[in-house]
């Protein structure tokens, strides 16, 4: 894990909340016995308000075992929030997106409350 792919999310993270958004970073990790290693997955979230408990809950956005996913999803949610076309720049990360559920350029419609 580089600390700059970290501090970039950080800073893709502050941003993004700057624009109003309420994105939140985690990680958990876990020991894998089959690979005799801690594994590390890396969680965003979005804070919605739930009007039927009159409070706010989180939903997960992405998920990924990444920080290069993790920035390149930060990336386009930035680019998506801003009304600006996302590039086309990066062939891997489309096909990763495709995997996901998403076509091209879009992600599929997040759970709306």
């Known amino acids: 894990m580089a600390a700059s ?3 970039l ?3 893709l993270q502050k941003a993004i909340n700057s624009r109003g958004e309420k994105i939140l970073y985690n990680t958990s990790q876990w020991y894998s016995e089959k690979q005799q290693r801690p594994i590390t997955v ?3 979230k ?3 308000w739930d009007e039927e408990k009159q409070k706010s809950r989180n939903i997960e956005l ?3 075992y990444s920080t290069i996913q993790v920035l390149l999803f930060l990336r386009d949610y930035w680019y998506e929030i801003n009304n600006i076309p996302i590039p086309d720049d990066n062939e891997v990360w489309n096909k990763i997106k495709a995997e996901n559920g998403g076509e091209g350029n879009e992600w599929p419609e997040q759970e709306k409350i």
């Open 5 to 7: 792919n970290i501090t």
């Open 9 to 11: 999310i950080k800073k």
């Open 42 to 44: 890396y969680h965003i």
């Open 46 to 48: 979005k804070a919605v």
């Open 62 to 64: 992405f998920k990924a």
